[in-house]
C-alpha cells in the first residue's frame, strides 16, 4: 500500500488494534457504563445531590466515560483496517512490517509500524506517523534513513523487514 492511498482513506489501523479499540468500547458500554448509572440512580434517590459524593463523582464519570465513547466511535468509523500479512511488496517497509535496524555504533531495534492508535515504543510498536516510521516508509534492506529527532539527528540502517 502506497502513503498516498493511506492518507486518503483514513489512518491506518491493524486488525488486532481495531479489536483492541471495539474491546475498549463494548467493556465501556456494556459494563463501566452501567454500573455508574446504578451508582447515580442510588445516590440521586438519597436526597440532596449538591453534598452527594457519590452523585457528583459518578455525573462526572459518566461524562468522561460518554466522552471516550464519542471518541473510540469517531475513531472506528475514520480508521481503515489494513492486514499487514497481505502485503504484497515485502521487500520494503511498509505498514504493519517487523523492522530490525541498527545506528551508526551497530545498536539495533525491532520495531513493528503500526496505526497510531496502537503505538507502544516500549514494545517496539511505531506510529505510522511517527518521526522513524515516515522515515522507514519504503526502505529496503541495506537502506539507509536519517531521522530528525528530539535529541538530534541519527542514522538508521534497515537489517531485515518481516511480515506476519
Not at 22 to 46: K, Q, T
Not at 123 to 135: D, F, N, V
Amino acid at each position: 500500500m502506497s502513503e498516498g492511498r493511506l492518507k486518503a482513506e483514513g489512518p491506518p489501523i491493524t486488525p488486532a488494534g481495531m479489536a483492541a479499540l471495539r474491546a475498549r468500547y463494548d467493556h465501556l458500554l456494556g459494563s463501566e457504563r452501567p454500573a455508574i448509572v446504578e451508582i447515580v440512580s442510588w445516590a440521586a434517590g438519597n436526597g440532596d445531590r449538591s453534598e452527594n459524593g457519590d452523585y457528583l463523582y459518578g455525573r462526572k464519570r459518566m461524562r468522561e466515560i460518554d466522552r471516550e465513547l464519542a471518541f473510540l466511535a469517531k475513531r472506528m468509523k475514520a480508521c481503515r483496517v489494513i492486514d499487514p500479512a497481505r502485503q504484497e511488496d515485502r521487500s520494503r517497509v511498509w505498514f504493519g512490517a517487523r523492522v530490525t535496524i541498527a545506528d551508526e555504533d551497530d545498536n539495533q531495534r525491532v520495531l513493528t509500524l503500526v496505526g497510531d492508535d496502537e503505538q507502544d515504543a516500549s514494545a517496539g510498536l511505531i506510529g505510522w506517523s511517527a518521526p522513524l516510521a515516515k522515515a522507514l516508509r519504503g526502505a529496503g534492506v541495506g537502506d539507509l534513513r536519517r531521522v530528525r529527532l528530539p535529541a538530534g539527528e541519527k542514522e538508521w540502517e534497515v537489517l531485515e523487514i518481516a511480515y506476519p
